[in-house]
């Protein structure tokens, strides 16, 4: 389970595991913006946790430095506005070089998890 | 939406509101609310830490705005002053070029000063560098014998490495090509001491020595290189004939490198024992004597300080070294056994590259850089009141950007990036300036007999920065004040009146553009009358076509009266060669550095007056071979045998200083007390002899035959005049061989060539200033035109109503250029008194003339008034010629 994972290295992570997280929470947050609608952060983490049925576990405050090398990066757009509740809010959507850097990454989580699969299906048989 | 927060608000926002929806989520699920709030903060994390990155983040993105929004306006500041300025492309071209001619002609200088006297050594360490020499006589130095040379080197530890080299003219033969070039034959270490490495190939090495033996190899200057093999790389490996032995070349030399010293630049190097298969055989170089003879100082010294060896402690470990040496070969060791007198003397290799006229050399660079100077501040006043003129034209369009809220510093900006537009436009030019006039100036040598043409001076490196760094100073120089007064709302009032304070800052430049004009005019004068007084000097001798070989008799065995013999075979041979028209010897060639002075002792003469007399000892048509006329009595003759009476010809200043108050002609005077008497026959003009500041020097001309014991033998020339295409050096050389096999033979010098040298810093000074002189006198015009045309625009109206008033011309002129004419004025008279202590401080550089000299100060005045008289056309024309209706039916003063 990929949530179990995330949890266990969150308290202590090595370099090559961060990378992993890093990759995996920003390979989460595109696909959650990729659906066209602006969210603010707690929106886009909610999304996926309910999304995931609260599988995947993080702590929550490492999303914002996420969001905002991604904003830096030129993947992701922001502006502030005023939530369903009536609360100010920093809004993020896709910009068009993170829908490009998105399908690359779709593209490699695909032959990842379809490498994992083939030595889960080695091992089982 | 709304509008975005600062960096840390933001930061505390977003986490806040995830807080909140978090809290608001945890109570919709059933929560109580304090614990929700608990709850809300341990999900998020470490919310002081996530709030410091944020943080930390966004500053950095802030700062990264900011530094590319600075260079978009940088950008756009520029874009904007090339659109100014291409719209007054005139004023832009003017500006551009007075700017490149300044700081042009500082570059091309600097590159000389830089190349001459800071950096004339492209070695290793140059400053740890020490030459080594022997002196002689009083403050001369000579070189040191191999055998001496060895000793030294093993007896030196402060000095290691040490290096030695020998110098000789050869033929280096390529194809059916041959060239007469320096050759230097070096110890194994000498391009180790330098820490000099090849630029293609290698250097020669101790491997290429051995013993009195040597590989016959050879090392080619970078400009050797290029003139024989236009930079063919694939030069090495390949034969040449040096001296009519075959050589391989093994490398090439770095760029610069031409050996240490400047006024003697080496061509190629080959290893120390080659030299003797170059050289002919009746060579000084062909003998054992070499490596033998400890009296032979054919080998010129260089040490490199030891690490941590002061240069005192190194001189001093060698002057001990040279005593012990001294102390076993006594005087065969040709060092001195005198304890009061250091037997050897050391000299920094920087310094010493120029080993004679260093003090000219240093004189004359410096005053030129003051030239220079003053030439660069020329042209900023001009470009500053060209740029002041047009300020108060574009004082509207200013006073509009600052109403629209442009601030005061934007504006200033604005102004500042316009100036160093133009003056990185002007430096840009500028290199192209300086590379253009180093080679108008390479054909010349300076004092010293440091060739321009050799040292490879060029627009790169260090004279490269110089002129941007000239362009920066310039800009801010003429850009900033302008700038901030423009900018200010002083610019607006200034744009209505063109006589008020913008009138005046412009005469005020005026007047200065016009004085330092004059200093340079004057200086260019001066300094072109010292040439033609120098030429004037000149013509007491007619050495021209005149070459001079030396050669030594005693030192082949000869004694006074054999050498008088010899004198007239030699003059007979000489007389019946082909080729020649007239012959001569003598002791002393003019323009030669040795001299012999007597004090002569007058008859009639009690007391002790004696006076100190130069003695040369002629023969042959020394007279009228150099042109030196009769004033009274007779010339030597063929009837002054050594059984004649002993008589002479004295020169003016001779005859003057023997008899001051009485004709000198038909008395007697004895060489020293006891000696027979000689009686003087002739009185001839005085003639440069030694230098050609000292024509006036007292010189008595005695016969060969008679006085060969008076320094003739000891070295004596032989004067020959050929028809053209006769190889002088060669003649004299085959016919003193064929008298006297094996007598030695000294340097060939070409006697009206030297007589041009003597003048080279007054040339290359009156070249160089005379072109400045021509610069300031074109910026100067130009900026008296500009500064008048603005006047008489700016009083367009005025002199409109004026017109219409019924005033005559002349009044008119008088009202309106009255103000100008006096700033002129007030120029003129100011650079008088400038140059008049430019005039002084360049007194040593001067000769013939008195640095106050009338001729040259009227002419720059006269120069000037032209100059300023012809500016003034156009604009006096243009004003005579407003036309009062039209004048009157515009509204008010247009800027």
């Not at chain 2, 290793?124 to 000793?151: A, K």
Request: a neutral charge.
């Amino acid at each position: 389970m990929i949530g179990a994972a995330i949890e266990r290295e969150n308290t202590r992570m090595s370099k090559g595991e961060l990378d992993l997280l890093r990759g995996t929470l920003e390979f989460l947050v595109l696909k959650t913006l990729s659906r066209g609608e602006d969210m603010h952060g707690f929106a886009i983490l909610d999304w996926i946790r309910r999304t995931t049925d609260d599988d995947l576990v993080v702590e929550e405050g490492a999303l914002y430095p996420a969001l905002h090398r991604m904003e830096k990066r030129g993947w992701l757009d922001s502006d502030w506005g005023v939530s369903d509740k009536g609360r100010r809010a920093k809004f993020y959507r896709l910009t068009r070089s993170g829908r490009t850097e998105l399908a690359g990454q779709e593209a490699h989580w695909d032959r990842y998890v379809e490498a994992v699969a083939r030595i889960a299906r080695a091992a089982e048989a | 939406m709304s509008t975005r927060p600062s960096a840390s608000e933001a930061a505390r926002l977003e986490l806040e509101h995830h807080l909140e929806e978090r809290v608001d989520a945890l109570i919709e699920a059933g929560v109580p609310p304090d614990e929700a709030r608990r709850r809300a903060e341990e999900a998020l994390g470490d919310m002081g830490r996530y709030r410091r990155e944020l943080e930390r983040m966004a500053r950095e993105e802030e700062a990264r705005m900011r530094t590319r929004e600075w260079v978009a306006t940088v950008v756009q500041d520029i874009r904007y002053a090339a659109r100014t300025l291409w719209r007054s492309p005139g004023l832009t071209v003017t500006v551009v070029l007075t700017l490149a001619l300044g700081i042009g002609v500082n570059v091309s200088l600097f590159g000389i000063v830089d190349a001459v006297l800071l950096d004339p050594l492209p070695v290793e360490e140059p400053e740890r560098l020490v030459r080594i020499y022997q002196p002689v006589g009083e403050g001369g130095v000579m070189g040191t014998s191999h055998p001496n040379y060895e000793d030294l080197r093993a007896g030196t530890e402060s000095m290691d490495p040490m290096a030695a080299w020998g110098t000789t003219e050869v033929g280096i033969r390529v194809g059916e090509r041959t060239d007469r070039v320096n050759a230097a034959a070096v110890t194994g270490g000498y391009f180790e001491a330098l820490g000099v490495p090849a630029r293609i190939g290698r250097a020669l090495t101790p491997a290429d020595v051995q013993g009195r033996q040597g590989t016959a190899v050879v090392v080619l200057s970078d400009r050797l290189w290029s003139r024989l093999f236009g930079r063919d790389p694939g030069v090495v490996g390949r034969t040449v004939e040096v001296g009519g032995t075959p050589f391989q070349i093994v490398g090439v030399a770095p760029p610069r490198f031409a050996g240490l010293d400047l006024s003697d630049p080496v061509a190629l190097w080959i290893p120390l024992p080659l030299i003797q298969e170059v050289v002919p055989e009746s060579s000084i170089y062909a003998g054992d004597q070499i490596w033998e003879n400890r009296v032979f100082p054919w080998l010129s010294l260089v040490g490199r300080l030891a690490p941590g060896v002061s240069p005192e402690r190194g001189a001093a470990e060698l002057v001990a070294t040279a005593r012990a040496i001294a102390a076993t070969h006594g005087d065969a060791s040709n060092l001195t056994t005198d304890p009061s007198v250091a037997p050897l003397v050391t000299r920094p290799a920087v310094t010493a590259a120029i080993s004679t006229d260093r003090e000219t050399l240093v004189d004359l660079l410096t005053f030129l850089s003051a030239v220079v100077a003053a030439t660069l501040v020329l042209a900023c006043i001009n470009v500053a009141s060209l740029l002041l003129a047009r300020g108060t034209n574009r004082s509207r369009e200013l006073a509009i950007r600052r109403s629209i809220g442009a601030s005061r510093g934007r504006l200033v900006r604005q102004l500042l990036t316009e100036s160093l537009v133009l003056g990185a436009l002007g430096a840009a030019v500028g290199v192209a300036v300086a590379a253009a006039t180093n080679r108008l100036l390479a054909s010349f040598t300076l004092p010293g007999g440091v060739a321009l043409e050799g040292l490879g001076i060029g627009v790169g490196g260090r004279p490269f920065a110089l002129a941007w760094l000239l362009a920066v100073g310039c800009a801010v120089a003429f850009g900033v004040a302008p700038a901030w007064k423009r900018s200010g709302n002083a610019g607006e009032r200034e744009g209505r009146s063109g006589s008020s304070r913008g009138g005046r800052g412009l005469r005020i430049l005026l007047a200065a553009q016009v004085a330092v004009s004059v200093v340079l005019v004057v200086g260019a004068a001066l300094f072109a009358r010292s040439v033609q007084r120098g030429l004037a000097v000149d013509t007491g001798l007619e050495a021209e076509g005149v070459t001079a070989l030396s050669f030594g008799l005693s030192a082949h065995g000869y004694s006074g009266p054999e050498g008088g013999a010899f004198s007239r075979r030699l003059l007979d041979r000489l007389g019946e060669a082909p080729g020649v028209t007239v012959a001569a010897v003598a002791s002393h060639v003019p323009l030669a550095p040795r001299r012999m002075a007597f004090r002569l002792v007058p008859d009639e003469s009690a007391r002790e007056d004696r006076a100190s007399i130069n003695v040369n000892v002629v023969g042959g048509e020394y007279f009228s071979m150099l042109g030196i006329d009769l004033e009274e009595g007779r010339l030597l003759g063929a009837g002054d045998t050594h059984d004649a009476e002993n008589v002479a010809v004295l020169n003016r200043s001779a005859a003057r200083a023997l008899w001051p108050d009485r004709p000198a002609l038909g008395r007697t005077f004895a060489v020293m007390r006891g000696l027979p008497p000689v009686r003087v026959v002739g009185i001839v003009e005085d003639a440069m002899a030694h230098s050609v500041s000292d024509a006036d020097v007292p010189y008595a001309y005695m016969p060969v035959a008679q006085q060969a014991g008076m320094g003739w033998t000891d070295e004596a020339s032989a004067l020959v005049r050929t028809r053209p295409g006769v190889d002088a050096p060669e003649l004299l050389r085959q016919e003193l061989r064929a008298m006297e096999p094996g007598l030695p033979l000294y340097g060939a010098r070409n006697v009206g060539d030297q007589i041009r040298d003597v003048l080279a810093p007054q040339r290359f000074g009156a070249r160089l200033v005379g072109l400045l002189a021509l610069v300031a006198l074109l910026v100067s015009a130009v900026g008296i035109h500009g500064t008048v045309s603005y006047a008489v625009s700016a009083r367009r109206h005025e002199i409109g109503i004026r017109v219409a008033l019924g005033a005559v011309p002349g009044r008119i002129l008088g009202k309106v250029l009255g103000r100008e004419g006096v700033a002129v004025g007030a120029g003129l008279l100011l650079g008088m008194v400038g140059a008049r202590y430019a005039a002084r401080a360049a007194e040593s550089l001067l000769f013939g003339i008195q640095p106050v000299d009338p001729v040259s100060f009227g002419a720059a005045a006269l120069l000037l008034l032209g100059v300023s008289a012809a500016a003034l056309v156009r604009p006096v024309r243009a004003a005579l010629t407003v036309d009062p209706r039209r004048i009157l039916t515009e509204e008010g003063p247009q800027d």
